[in-house]
């Protein structure tokens, strides 16, 4: 589909809608960026039996596994964050996640001695890593690492340096929520305009557009996927402290950064963090930008390093 020099290609992987933005008619270059998300994705999924962080699983409490490179990177990053002081990132919450079941057939809040019993299994410490030997090892039977919340990050960030590699200079990758970016598109010098969403809004409804060139965008919500009962909305990100979903002020958090992969590490942390600490942690980060959208209708940026923002719901207050 060409809509003024751009062609855009999608596919459905990772249980997200993929879509590819180029600046000349490659549908070869489009199927190859497409399988080595798929190829990647069969490393990191917990969704599907075979995958080598399955493996990892399966052998907790018995043995370590020895995983490829790529894995053993993204496993040593998550972990590093893991055990960070006060991190609201854990890749252990696997058995937690497991049990909620959020975005999935047979979902339900469950008694809280079960939760408390999963907690006991979600001690990143407890997750040994072997450099010598390149191999994961999960101490107790039952534990289970889950890198949900960075594997698209990580895969975005793969596509873009794959991309590069082919002598394309601008283009972009949406990978559900991950956008990646190279370069500008053609005449538009403001960069890639990459639309806010409206948190529980249709799919076309928007906050507004935020503005970048060759930045990752990667948004985390509350409404991407949950259920409500009780009056109360049940998401997908937790607080590995109580093995509940995170309940604060915020309806969504994006960050904008280089790597995609810090960006979808930094909106989990952002969001246990919440509005003021988060804005004053970012004040000492030169590398990265972040947007926070609240409950009572307000959009909040931090200084804006990396990116514009253009408004545009009026019902939503805006501050800096
Ligand atoms: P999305 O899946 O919409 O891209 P995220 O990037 O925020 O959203 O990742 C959410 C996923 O991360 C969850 O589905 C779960 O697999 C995992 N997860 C949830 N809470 C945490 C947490 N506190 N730390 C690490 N991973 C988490
Ligand atoms: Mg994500
Ligand atoms: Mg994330």
Request: some cysteine.
């Amino acid at each position: 589909m060409s809509d003024a020099g751009v062609y855009s290609y999608s596919a459905v992987l990772m249980g997200s809608p993929i879509l590819l933005k180029l600046f000349e008619d490659n549908p070869t270059l489009a199927r190859q960026v497409f399988s080595l998300i798929k190829q990647q994705e069969n490393l990191f999924t917990v969704n599907r039996a075979a995958s080598e962080v399955m493996a990892i699983n399966h052998a907790a409490g018995r043995h370590p596994v020895v995983v490829s490179e790529a894995v053993w990177r993204l496993i040593s990053v998550a972990h590093a964050v893991s055990i960070l002081p006060d991190s609201t990132f854990n890749f252990a919450i696997g058995p937690v996640v497991k049990r909620w079941k959020i975005g999935f057939q047979g979902r339900s809040v469950p008694p809280a001695a079960e939760i408390a019993a999963l907690l006991r299994l979600t001690d990143p410490h407890q997750v040994v890593l072997d450099d010598a030997q390149r191999s994961v090892f999960l101490q107790q039977p039952g534990m289970e690492i889950d890198l949900g919340a960075i594997a698209k990050g990580y895969i975005a960030d793969v596509v873009q340096a794959f991309l590069r590699q082919q002598g394309v200079t601008q283009a972009l990758i949406n990978l559900g929520g991950n956008v990646q970016t190279l370069g500008s598109p053609p005449h538009e010098p403001q960069g890639w305009g990459i639309g806010l969403k409206k948190p529980f809004g249709r799919e076309d409804e928007l906050l507004g557009v935020l503005q970048v060139q060759g930045k990752s965008v990667v948004t985390s919500g509350i409404y991407e996927r949950y259920f409500e009962l009780d009056g109360r909305c049940w998401h997908h990100i937790f607080d590995p402290r109580s093995g509940y979903p995170l309940d604060n002020e915020l309806l969504s958090v994006t960050v904008i950064a280089d790597r995609s992969l810090d960006g979808d590490i930094y909106t989990t942390l952002l969001y246990g963090m919440g509005v003021e600490r988060g804005l004053a942690w970012l004040a000492d980060q030169a590398d990265l930008d972040a947007v926070f959208v609240t409950r009572d209708q307000q959009i909040i940026c931090s200084a804006p390093r990396h990116f514009r923002f253009q408004p545009l719901d009026a019902a939503w207050s805006l501050r800096y």
